[in-house]
């Protein structure tokens, strides 16, 4: 190999056995200096550098939307990273969605194939939940079971990813605490006595006339001392 030198030689030093080892040992107590630094490095962290494990858990969930007469079938797989270790981490890793329905294959497809991709570049994935909770079908949403509204199928496959990123601990629940859970129960009893609107019936779990709450789109809001007051996540319009 021919070298080049651009410039004048200033300085030279002769590479002997003994220098090199003294390098050596400089460099590993460098390494040594830092333990934090080479625990950090053996800390697996998620990215695409990641091999796939011949085996991965995950869950199915099922979802059944006004919008078809099939449901659609959505397989979430998790990684542990770290197993048995003070590093443990459970995250997806790749997600599939089948259905008899036809009709949306192609964005179905390509849906999955971007989420699973943004599992596996590692970094926080929650994001995805709101980005796609925040979808909506202009043909108009629909109310589920219990009240709640989804604006699209895109949001209800948001919504069943939240599910499962609180199922592995990635998203924890915003916590009402007992005090205030006890208050508004007990502002719904009163409701329900004075208007005489009781649950209706199963297609919702809060009283019939209840409005939508912008928060956590349920048919829970009712007017409690004068303020609008969300009976599913303690929203309020007055604070
Ligand atoms: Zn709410």
Redesign the pocket.
């Known amino acids: 190999m021919t070298v080049t030198l651009n410039k004048k030689i200033v300085k030279y030093k002769v590479i002997t056995p003994e220098s090199k080892a003294e390098t050596a040992q400089g460099e590993s107590a460098q390494a040594a200096a830092s333990p934090q630094e080479k625990l950090n490095q053996a800390v697996q962290q998620m990215d695409e550098n990641v091999d796939r494990p011949e085996t991965l858990h995950g869950t199915t969930y099922k979802i059944k939307t006004p919008l078809s007469e099939h449901a659609l079938y959505i397989t979430i797989n998790d990684i542990i990273l770290n197993p048995n270790t003070d590093h443990q981490v459970r995250r997806p890793f790749e997600v599939f969605i089948n259905s008899k329905n036809m009709d949306n294959f192609q964005w179905v497809v390509a849906l999955t194939r971007v989420l699973s991709a943004v599992f596996r570049k590692g970094g926080d994935c929650t994001f995805l939940v709101e980005e796609m909770k925040a979808v909506f079908d202009p043909k108009g949403g629909y109310f589920k079971k219990g009240g709640r509204f989804m604006p699209s199928l895109v949001a209800e496959i948001g919504d069943c990813l939240e599910t499962h990123m609180k199922s592995i601990g990635l998203i924890k629940d915003p916590e009402i605490s007992d005090h205030q859970r006890e208050i508004m129960n007990q502002k719904r009893a009163e409701f329900e006595g004075k208007t005489g609107a009781a649950t209706d019936d199963e297609a919702s779990a809060y009283p019939t006339g209840a409005q939508l709450?912008n928060?956590?789109m349920?048919k829970?809001?009712i007017m409690m001392d004068g303020c609008m007051t969300?009976l599913?996540?303690g929203?309020s319009k007055c604070g």
């Open positions: 709450c928060k956590c349920t829970a809001m969300c599913s996540c929203e």
